[in-house]
């Protein structure tokens, strides 16, 4: 079985992709096309589901870009091959031929692109780097590479829907304090919990820096355990571990 790439028409032309787990070599709990070094599956099986996504990509498996990511908003320009394994959770480049990867199990992989000034990024945006400001520090770093933001265009792929996203009334009240109107992420669930539009946060996060245009796939983690990795459902399950997703992008 081959890899199953999910793409989005707003990045067409793009050289980009979000993977599934589809068309792996890992097995148990990480079945698939588990690409997280982080993990604790083989890590020479992770360097065969990683080269066969550089090799979707048409790049060497060398020059698939992946960082330590940490939940922060910090951001790599990355100008060669070797600018890899850094603490950070966004990457930039105009560098053609190197492709810029995320690993994600709910949290959000977001692609980006401004195909006139040949920039590129991704970032890992989760419920705290979102928050934290982690898009907006993508888009930055791509005009000072020459991107215009009104030309940037983004894509949240696969994430963890707000269906499946049961939080507490801290974490509720952690965003209502940041801005009263980020009520209208949440839907009220059993007892004291609701459930988080993490996607939704996201998008309207994107938007507010004056990007072109962004969108998602509307793909949800939690629910497709066939197609998609899932940090929540592994903790359901009292799973020991499991597995990453990767999305990519290169000029």
Known sequence: MG????????????NHGFFTRKGGASSGVFAGLNCGAGSSDQAEIVQLNRA??????????????????????????????????????????????LALGILTADCQPVLFADTEAGVVGAAHAGWKGCADGVLEATVAAMV?????????????????????????PEF????????????RFFVGGEGDRAQFDLPSYGLHRLRDTGLGVAGWTGHCTYTDEERFYSYRRSVHRKEADYGRLIATIRL
């Open 52 to 97: 066969r996504v550089a090799e979707a990509m048409s790049v060497p498996a060398a020059s698939l870009i992946t960082q330590y990511q940490v939940h922060s908003a910090d951001v790599v320009v990355v100008e060669r091959a070797s600018d890899i394994g850094e603490t950070a959770d966004a990457m930039v480049t105009n560098v053609p031929g």
């Open 172 to 183: 509720v009240e952690r965003f209502l304090d940041e801005d009263p109107d980020n009520q």
């Open 144 to 168: 000072t590479l020459g991107a215009d933001r009104r030309r940037i265009k983004a894509v949240i792929g696969p994430s963890i829907s707000q269906r499946a996203y049961e939080v507490g």
């Open 3 to 14: 890899v199953e790439i999910i793409t989005s028409d707003l990045l067409a032309g793009i």
